[in-house]
């Protein structure tokens, strides 16, 4: 295939249906072929880097019947290959990546424990896979702070018409971005903006910073001067604004709101996604003490709790260095 493919993993539980449907709807928005792959696990036993017969025929494999009958209804279809692999899907579904404009799954399959958020199959993709990673999480999902907050209306807006993490309550799609003003991730702005013009949405940038301020002192240490709140917001906000200009400039029929917030950036972020057709956030970059792939604790605990699609952006691979 020329155009990469938009890549859905299924294993023939709901979840993984619901992950199909937001792929097929990716891959008709990018004009991109469709791919539905299912990975047949391996036996306990056996080395998870080896296939065993090699792929199994896709006509033999129920999962992807199911898949096929599925797409079959929906009509209006891109091209769609279905691919059946044997081995361990947490291996195998990364490496897919390689070659794909996205990969889609659901927040948890078959395997596992009904009680988990994620499961193991979601959180190694998101970490390891070389494309952006979509997690799809179950209808309904409760967020945490998901109840009526003091001082909100009953339809979860604010008295003076903004919903509780800053973003103008307003018909039409939203995207949710959060960025780190300190390090923003440019994969992850990129591809929030693409799409958002995509969709035909608003941007709801969120940039939280950590407040309050509350330095460690050793006994002798005198108390340090008062941190200004405001200065810190203003700050962030301006570091912010800066970050976006040149995104905007690009792509100026994307509106974009921006909500700067003190404290817990993931709890800002889950809130925000009540809502949202998509939330999205980088990986992490690797540091030089941890060279191994990393996820920030804010995108664990989004691709835990989020009620909204999250997407897992990984970093721009670093520039060749000049010799």
């Not at 296939?51 to 025929?57: F, H, I, K, R």
């Not at 994620?118 to 109840?147: K, Q, Y």
């Not at 910073?209 to 906000?237: G, K, S």
Request: glycine share 10%; net charge negative.
């Amino acid at each position: 295939m020329s155009t990469p493919p938009v890549i859905a993993a299924v294993d023939g539980s709901d979840g993984s249906l619901r992950a199909l449907d937001w792929a097929l709807d990716a891959a008709r928005r990018r004009r991109a072929p469709l791919r539905a792959v299912h990975v047949r696990q391996y036996a306990a036993w056996a080395q998870p880097d080896l296939l065993l017969t090699g792929p199994p025929e896709a006509d033999a494999d129920p999962v992807l019947d199911t898949a096929r009958a599925h797409l079959e209804k929906q009509g209006d279809l891109p091209p769609v290959e279905y691919t059946g692999l044997e081995g361990a899907p947490g291996v195998l579904l990364p490496e897919l990546g390689a070659a794909a404009q996205l990969l889609v799954l659901g927040s948890r399959g078959r395997g596992g424990f009904a009680g988990l958020l994620l499961g193991s199959n979601g959180m190694t993709c998101a970490r390891d896979a070389e494309c952006p990673v979509v997690v799809v999480p179950p209808p309904g999902r409760e967020t945490p702070g998901g109840e009526t907050p003091d001082g909100e209306t009953p339809d979860g807006e604010t008295p003076d018409g903004e919903t509780p993490d800053g973003a103008p309550d307003g018909p039409g799609p939203r995207i949710v971005l959060g960025l780190h003003a300190d390090s923003p991730d440019e994969a992850a702005l990129a591809f929030a903006f693409a799409e958002a013009a995509a969709r035909g949405a608003r941007l709801h940038v969120v940039a939280a910073y950590p407040w309050p301020a509350l330095p460690w002192l050793a006994p002798t240490e005198p108390a340090p001067p008062v941190i200004d709140q405001d200065a810190v917001e203003n700050e962030t906000r301006t570091l912010a604004e800066g970050f976006l200009a040149p995104h905007r400039k690009r792509q100026p029929e994307v509106p974009v709101d921006l909500a700067v917030l003190p404290g817990d950036a993931a709890g800002h972020l889950v809130a925000a996604s009540r809502g949202a057709g998509l939330l999205v956030v980088g990986r992490h970059r690797r540091r030089l003490l941890a060279p191994a792939r990393m996820m920030g604790s804010v995108t664990h605990a989004v691709l835990l709790h989020a009620a909204s699609p999250v997407a897992v952006v990984p970093p721009l691979a670093p520039a060749p260095a000049e010799e």
